[in-house]
T-cell receptor, first 110, second 121 residues
Framework: QSALTQPASVSGSPGQSITISCTGT?????????VSWYQHHPAKAPKLLIY???KRPSGVSSRFSGSRSGNTASLTISGLQTEDEADYSC??????????FGGGTKVTVL | EVQLVESGGGLVEPGGSLRLSCAAS????????MNWVRQAPGKGLQWVSA????????YYADSVKGRFTISRDNSKNTLHLQMNGLRAEDTAIYYC??????????????RGQGTKVTVSS
């Protein structure tokens, strides 16, 4: 299975909204509503932000939202804050106990 | 508050064994599938294994099938990963992760700091 495709970097100013895309194939994103998003801060454990494409775990800020259409899933961060500066990765189930991950997107708060 | 505390990592020679454990609290442990995921140095997350809430169904990545065994003790709210035949490519930080929807597959809700496994001679 090929990795999911994410942009290498996205930037925005405090208070703005940004969107990170995650493009897959009919083997993963299209076939399964099991896309999740993770936030990675250096030297910290990855944090689940979104699961099943649109759901937020308890404790995750409502500024994070997810969507999925066709072969592309998206993560939107609203009201961008300095602490949102981190790497973000997407993941999709691909069937038969196989998971594919994106290469990660570095978010910079200008 | 959901808490997951991993332990059992360490330095082991190729071909050796380790048993990882994860102590869970803050939720009804037996109602949720649980996963082990890992992150090798400088790499992204990789799913390793999952077990159903009741412990009767297990799932493995091809890379660890036949070498790793996942299990859980719902009376003690504990998840385990027995790792045999360890290889250099198994070197990573291992995280236990709650399945947020309850049943596998869904996603990986990581709430601990992980335990580091290094396979080297």
């Amino acid at each position: 299975q090929s990795a999911l495709t994410q942009p290498a970097s996205v930037s925005g100013s405090p208070g703005q909204s940004i969107t990170i895309s995650c493009t897959g194939t009919s083997s993963d994103v299209v076939n399964y509503n099991l896309v999740s998003w993770y936030q990675h801060h250096p030297a910290k454990a990855p944090k689940l932000l979104i699961y099943e494409a649109t759901k937020r775990p308890s404790g995750v800020s409502s500024r994070f939202s997810g969507s999925r259409s066709g072969n592309t899933a998206s993560l939107t961060i609203s009201g961008l804050q300095t602490e949102d500066e981190a790497d973000y990765s997407c993941c999709s189930y691909a069937g038969s106990n196989t998971w594919v991950f994106g290469g990660g997107t570095k978010v910079t708060v200008l | 508050e959901v808490q997951l505390v991993e332990s059992g990592g360490g330095l082991v020679e190729p071909g050796g064994s380790l048993r990882l454990s994860c102590a869970a609290s803050g939720f009804i442990f037996s109602s949720y599938a649980m996963n082990w995921v890992r992150q090798a140095p400088g790499k992204g997350l990789q799913w390793v294994s999952a077990v159903s809430g009741g412990g009767d169904t297990t799932y493995y990545a091809d890379s660890v099938k036949g070498r790793f065994t996942i299990s859980r003790d719902n009376s003690k709210n504990t998840l385990h990963l027995q790792m045999n035949g360890l290889r250099a490519e198994d070197t990573a930080i291992y995280y236990c992760a709650k399945d947020p929807s309850g049943s596998y597959p869904a996603a990986f809700d990581i709430r601990g700091q992980g335990t580091k496994v290094t396979v080297s001679s």
